[in-house]
């Protein structure tokens, strides 16, 4: 497993990073929600979930939401000063995740939408304050991530990384840098 800084010259935000692709997932994540096509294609296939959830029944609405949370959540996590406070935008995943002390599973997404609650997910795992490192993300529609594939998929891509770091003796950013500088040798 790869990580890569995602913004230059920061230790503070990392994302996991597949070299057989060209971007980080950060970046993929929101290449993809800016994708008319993909979101099209997503909602096509995830009609009924949002009709159920959300009760929108229009999948242009649909994109339009989308397109535009994701500016704003892209602005909540990438610009300054929003970047430098990262635990005011990532929330413990679960109730579980309350009571670790260490590498949490967290998700971010656009808490103050106006409209209907934000179904965009970012996940991550905290390092220690304002250190993250992005392991993917989804548009989430329904209840539980155990639900559907794709939400599924992302727990079980955080759980890996999440069991990835403790096996490769991460607990905090020092680690972190270690492992890091142990993979560009």
């Known amino acids: 497993m790869t990580f890569e800084r995602v913004i230059e010259g920061k230790n503070h ?60 959540l892209e602005r909540l996590i990438l610009e300054m000063p929003y970047s430098e406070n990262l635990d005011e935008l990532f929330k413990p995943l679960g109730a579980a995740d309350l009571s670790l002390r260490q590498l949490t599973r967290e998700k971010a997404r656009n808490w103050n939408r106006t409209g209907h609650a934000s179904w965009l997910r970012v996940y991550a795992i905290r390092l220690e304050k304002d250190v993250f490192v992005i392991t993917g993300g989804t548009i989430k529609l329904t209840k539980t991530m155990q639900e559907r594939p794709h939400t599924s998929e992302q727990l079980q891509r955080l759980n890996h990384c999440r069991q990835y770091l403790l096996e490769n003796g991460v607990f905090d950013s020092d680690s972190f840098m270690t492992l890091t500088q142990e993979d560009e040798i």
């Open 13 to 72: 935000l990392w994302a996991v990073r597949d070299l057989a692709k060209p971007k980080n997932e950060l970046a993929l994540l929101f290449d993809s929600w800016n994708d008319f096509g993909y979101l099209m294609e997503f909602f096509i296939e995830n009609i009924d979930d949002l009709r159920n959830f959300f009760h929108i029944e229009r999948i242009s609405e649909a994109i339009e939401d989308t397109v535009d949370d994701a500016e704003q």
